[in-house]
């Protein structure tokens, strides 16, 4: 992302279910110090047409304690809801926004080029 946090990978227990807490932990870095702002993490269980099934925003870290090279480790639960459907594919949407002015941080591809305000982190069947 544009604010300096690179995001390393996503680490799943289980599949995701139909009214259960999905349980995952999301692995980072800062690139940056001295951050100034708040930033929180959106983190959406959606299919290909970015419908919602579950989502979770919470803060990653405050700004000033960010140190590169630190490997951030955030443990997350999402609420999935009873309208999962059990035959679609989920994938996991990850955006970043300062807070409290709810300004989405750009998501960078590999050339730093801004390509969208998310990411996707992960594509799972959903449990039976």
Do not use: C, H
């Not at 047409?49 to 925003?57: A, E, F, L, S």
């Not at 955030?74 to 989920?90: G, H, K, Q």
């Not at 990411?119 to 069947?125: C, R, W």
């Amino acid at each position: 992302f544009d604010n300096g946090a690179k995001i390393l990978g996503l680490e799943t227990l289980d599949k995701p279910q139909a009214g259960k807490p999905w349980k995952i932990i999301l692995y980072w870095q800062p690139e940056k110090t001295d951050i100034a702002k708040q930033y929180q993490f959106s983190v959406r269980v959606v299919d290909e047409q970015n419908t919602v099934y579950g989502q979770m925003d919470g803060a990653s870290l405050s700004g000033w304690l960010w140190q590169n090279g630190d490997t951030v480790i955030n443990p997350m639960e999402i609420s999935i809801n009873d309208t999962l459907p059990e035959d679609v594919e989920i994938r996991v949407q990850l955006l970043m926004y300062a807070w409290p002015e709810i300004m989405n941080a750009n998501a960078l591809d590999t050339n730093g080029a801004v390509g969208a305000p998310w990411i996707y982190l992960v594509e799972a069947e959903v449990g039976k």
